[in-house]
Nanobody, 122 residues
């Protein structure tokens, strides 16, 4: 299973970006999907998460500005980021809780994408 993230880049304060992350491989099911970020010198933190049923959870710092969504048919999660601030600058990582069938058993594994850099600067 691989997660391929895209959509990062340089944007001015107040601007918008949309991140995408597509999961591929021998996937039976995907439960929660999410976005994390890690700024220089800081720990990785949860930005937003979404369950397979569409329930969402956001970090307080992004509520009202970021929107997470997913397309289950495409095994893809999105992060729409609006009103970006310099403090949003970080490497953004996607994460997925994936069910994989092996024989007659279903196993759940946690997968990470490679990270995409978001820089908010004038």
């Amino acid at each position: 299973v691989q997660l391929q993230a895209s959509g990062g880049g340089l944007v001015q304060p107040g601007g918008s970006l949309r991140l995408s992350c597509a999961a591929s491989g021998s996937i039976f099911s995907i439960n929660a999907m999410g976005w994390y970020r890690q700024a220089p010198g800081k720990q990785r933190e949860l930005v937003a998460a979404i369950t397979s049923g569409g329930s969402t959870n956001y970090a307080d710092s992004v509520k009202g500005r970021f929107t997470i969504s997913r397309d289950n048919a495409k095994n893809t999660v999105y992060l729409q980021m609006n009103s970006l601030k310099p403090e949003d600058t970080a490497v953004y990582y996607c994460n997925a809780d994936v069910g994989v069938v092996a024989g007659i058993a279903l196993y759940e594994y946690d997968y990470w994408g490679q990270g995409t850099l978001v820089t908010v600067s004038s």
